[in-house]
C-alpha cells in the first residue's frame, strides 16, 4: 500500500540544522508532489512547502525562504526536508504528504489535496 | 498568501448535524479539502474538491462552499468524530485554516 516512512526523532541546540527523511513506497515516485507540513505543540498545521520529485522543483512559502531547503533522491525514493539556524520556535512534528491534484470529468476546477501523510518526526530544539 | 479563518471550537450532541466552517478569500476560486486530526495522529483528509470521500471514510460527512466560505459537515456526528478539524486551500501557495476543535457531546 502507498505508504511514507519519516526518519526518526530528534533534539537539537539552538542554531543548529535539521535534515528529515520520507521515503515513499507503493507508487511511483515521481508521479505527486511530496509536501512538507509541520504542527508546534497545541498548534495548528502550517504548509514548509513542496516538491516535485520529477523535476525537482520546489515551492516555498515566504516565511521559510532562505531557511528551508527540499531535495529528492529518486534512486531511493526518498524526499528530504533541510531547515537551517533552528530555534526554539522550531520545535514541532514535521508530516510529509503526498500530494493530489485531479480535475473529474465535468469539473471545471481542479481539486487539489495531501491523500497519504507520515507518521511525523518530532523535532526538539533545546 | 490568502488566509482561511475557522472557528477554534464547536460542539455537536451525539447524533446531530454539525457545520464547521472556513472563510477565506482564495475559497472563491479553489476548493478546500478538509483534515481531520486526532491526538498523537497525522492528520488525514476526509473531504476534498467539490464533495469527495477517500474511500474509507465515513458518508456522515459532506463538504459544500459558497462564495468565500466553505464548509464541512458531519450528518449524525458519532463519538468517534471528535477531533481536530483543518481546512486547507491554495492560491498562490498551500494554507491551512487555524483549525477546530469538535467536541461530541
Known amino acids: 500500500q502507498v505508504q511514507l516512512v519519516q526518519s526518526g526523532a530528534a533534539v537539537k541546540k539552538p542554531g543548529a540544522s535539521l535534515k528529515v527523511s520520507c521515503r515513499a513506497s507503493?507508487?511511483?515516485?515521481?508521479?505527486?508532489?511530496i509536501h512538507w507540513v509541520r504542527q508546534a505543540p497545541g498548534q495548528g498545521l502550517e504548509w514548509m512547502g513542496q516538491i516535485n520529485p520529477n523535476t525537482g522543483g520546489i515551492d516555498i512559502p515566504q516565511n521559510f525562504q532562505g531557511r528551508v531547503t527540499m531535495t529528492r533522491d529518486t534512486s531511493l525514493i526518498t524526499a528530504f526536508m533541510d531547515l537551517s539556524t533552528l530555534t526554539s520556535d522550531d520545535t514541532a512534528v514535521y508530516y510529509c504528504?503526498?500530494?493530489?491534484?485531479?480535475?473529474?470529468?465535468?469539473?471545471?476546477?481542479?481539486?487539489?489535496?495531501?491523500?497519504?501523510w507520515g507518521k511525523g518526526t518530532t523535532v526538539i530544539v533545546s | 498568501s490568502s488566509k482561511l479563518t475557522q472557528d477554534p471550537t464547536v460542539s455537536v450532541a451525539l447524533g446531530q448535524t454539525v457545520r464547521i466552517t472556513c472563510q477565506g478569500d482564495?475559497?472563491?476560486?479553489?476548493?478546500a479539502s478538509w483534515y481531520q486530526q486526532k491526538p498523537g495522529q497525522a492528520p488525514q483528509v476526509v473531504i476534498y474538491g467539490k464533495n469527495s470521500r477517500p474511500s474509507g471514510v465515513s458518508d456522515r460527512f459532506s463538504g459544500s462552499r459558497s462564495g468565500n466560505t466553505a464548509s464541512l459537515t458531519i450528518t449524525g456526528a458519532q463519538a468517534e468524530d471528535e477531533a481536530d478539524y483543518y481546512c486547507e486551500s491554495r492560491d498562490s501557495e498551500v494554507v491551512f485554516g487555524g483549525g477546530t476543535r469538535l467536541t461530541v457531546l
Open positions: 507503493g507508487y511511483n515516485f515521481t508521479d505527486h508532489y
Open positions: 482564495s475559497l472563491r476560486n479553489h476548493f
Open positions: 504528504a503526498r500530494g493530489v491534484a485531479e480535475r473529474p470529468e465535468g469539473v471545471k476546477d481542479y481539486s487539489y489535496y495531501m491523500d497519504v
